[in-house]
């Protein structure tokens, strides 16, 4: 498996910025994909942003599109990610993921991620 090691977050107003970071170690030569989730309370975890690790490639959810940007960095082994206009309705705990071994598809289906980091809570105020 994968360790991943998430940090940032926090209190943000509406229409303010953050950043979440996360940190990759272990297994990361067999990854592909790297993801990020958010878990909203009473909702099911829904995928954010994910990005390959070796050829860039990139896709996010249509809810966060132009406003959210993943940032990968291959040799450091971290993914990031940058959110901005942030809504209350991004008020989440979000999540670090890792794809399976060798896995290059882009369906980002949470059991398509076989590594989680802990999570990190982002609140933003209206």
């Known amino acids: 498996q994968v360790q991943l090691v998430e940090s940032g977050g926090g209190l943000v107003e509406a229409g303010g910025s953050l950043r979440v970071s996360c940190a990759a170690s272990?297994?990361?030569?067999?990854?592909?994909?790297m993801g990020w989730f958010r878990q909203a309370p009473g909702k099911e975890r829904e995928f954010v942003a994910a990005?390959?690790?070796?050829?860039?490639?990139?896709n996010y959810a249509d809810s966060v599109k132009g406003r959210f940007t993943i940032l990968s960095d291959n040799a450091k082994k971290t993914v990031d990610l940058q959110m901005n206009s942030l809504k209350p309705e991004d008020t989440a705990v979000y999540y670090c993921?890792?794809?399976?071994?060798?896995?290059?598809?882009?369906?980002?289906?949470?059991?398509?991620?076989?590594?989680w980091g802990q999570g990190t809570q982002v609140t933003v105020s209206s």
């Open positions: 993921a890792a794809t399976r071994p060798y896995y290059k598809g882009t369906d980002y289906d949470p059991q398509n991620f076989d590594s």
């Open positions: 272990g297994r990361t030569s067999s990854t592909y994909n």
């Open positions: 990005v390959n690790w070796w050829n860039g490639h990139t």
